[in-house]
């Protein structure tokens, strides 16, 4: 698996440097904005037996009808991405070029010099919660894996629609995506010295080494499950809106 992401990185590699960032930036605002829109402006996720991920699991809210009780949802995965130390790395180099990337030439253009780089500190060191984001978040994928299994159940039987599909393809991205949290894998066995000193150290052992192949590929699922939240989220609205019909496959 590890040589996915090696076999991306390569053509990735050879683009001018400014291309990163500037393609993230344009893909996080972008989803930032949609996200904004979707959840202050459109209270709907929910379509026959599919309930949209930015709603799950659906919450009595407390306030006035035109806030989207998915506000009392997002928090959670958004703060687990917006501390994830592979989003940290993307975003500080598009959003506040510090630094805009690796190269030499690129690295000249820093605002500061690595000399007086001080690392994540004042209102970035709240970044350290970011293990009890993913602990969180870890609660909410058990509702998405429910809300997935709902989905293959179209009329109350199994059955296999479009839909579907994309939800199990978008659960599975999601599972991807915090298995191989760094937070995880440090937790796991990152930080233990001697594996036959602690209980259960050879299940850690292996866990570990598990989940070190999945975190090779951690950057890979967290841009393909942020494109597959958005995909999942579209096609909802899309069927709400009559403008596709879900597709039986089965
Ligand atoms: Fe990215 Fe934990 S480091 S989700």
Redesign the pocket.
Known sequence: MASITAAIKKPIQRLPWWVGPITVTAVLTGFGIYTMVAVLFFDRGEYANYLSPFYSPPVNSPLPAWLSPAIFVLWLPLG?RAT????RKAYYRAFFWDPPACSSKAQQREPRSTENYRGERNLFVWNNI?RYF?YGSFVLLIFLTIDTVRAFLPEGSFGITLGSLIFLVNVTLLWS??LS???LRHIVGGRVDCYSCVTGGNARRKAYSWLSVLNQN?ALF?WLSLFSLLITDIYIRLLLAGAVTDLRIL
């Open positions: 687990f994830c130390y592979y989003y970011h993913m995506y915090s949290c760094h937070s951690h967290a």
